[in-house]
């Protein structure tokens, strides 16, 4: 069965340091998103992106935060400084019948 | 804006009882509503999900209602077992395949046996 790929599974980094999350969407998937989810709370939408634009974008998602569709495989967010607050896992989705997730990158900012 | 309560927080229950979790959306252009499971540390994955077309929806143990004119579905775990355990998520948007989700606040669900 295919399956939403991320990498990496873990990243720390220090406050103020870009941090590239990578995913690597379901093929024939046109709609790719990325949630971010804080220890213990709720999944929280950050953008959603379609066609090599954002579709939409929350209100966490700011001028820090970036999406990019390099390649014919590739989803990536870019964190250009990260805070401290930054620290959450993030979740790549894409969507067929149902939206999918990967298996998240915890990211840790100290 | 757009929101999703979810209660209860917490669930305890006794392996071979049931479990309700309840939801309320806000927005009524909500139609697709899927209910994800997440194990520590894992990935959400989808359980089952209901369109607004439908009232209500039976997978083996599983079953979720929907009340589109309250705003208010419903997931239902009969049978419960210790495998159970997790914490189950509600959703909202407004299309299943084009459309961002809008989850609840999750309920942390503990099957003793």
């Known amino acids: 069965e295919p399956e939403v790929t991320q990498t990496p599974s873990h990243q720390v980094t220090q406050m103020g340091q870009e941090v590239i999350l990578r995913c690597v969407p379901i093929?024939?998937?046109?709609?790719f998103y990325w949630y971010r989810q804080i220890l213990g709370q709720k999944v929280e939408f950050l953008v959603s992106?379609?066609?090599?634009?954002?579709?939409?974008k929350s209100e966490i998602f700011d001028d820090q935060f970036s999406v990019e569709r390099p390649d014919g495989s590739n989803f990536t967010l870019k964190i250009r400084s990260t805070k401290l607050e930054d620290s959450a896992m993030y979740f790549c989705?894409?969507?067929?019948?149902?939206?999918?997730f990967g298996p998240g990158t915890r990211l840790t900012v100290t | 804006g757009e929101n999703v309560e979810q209660h209860p927080s917490t669930l305890s229950v006794q392996e071979g009882d049931s479990a309700v979790i309840k939801c309320t959306y806000s927005?009524?252009?909500?139609?697709?509503f899927p209910w994800y499971k997440q194990e520590l540390g894992k990935r959400p994955q989808l359980i089952i999900d209901?369109?607004?077309?439908?009232g209500e929806k039976k997978d083996q143990r599983i079953a979720v209602t929907l009340n589109k004119t309250a705003k208010h579905f419903s997931l239902h775990i009969t049978e419960t077992q210790p495998e159970d355990s997790a914490v189950y998520f509600c959703?909202?948007?407004?299309?299943?395949?084009?459309?961002?989700?809008?989850f609840g606040t999750g309920t942390r669900l503990q099957v003793f046996p």
């Open positions: 989705a894409s969507s067929g019948q149902e939206q999918y």
């Open positions: 093929s024939n998937h046109l709609y």
């Open positions: 992106f379609y066609n090599n634009e954002i579709s939409e």
């Open positions: 927005d009524s252009a909500s139609n697709y």
């Open positions: 209901i369109r607004s077309n439908v």
């Open positions: 959703a909202a948007s407004k299309a299943y395949n084009t459309d961002k989700l809008i």
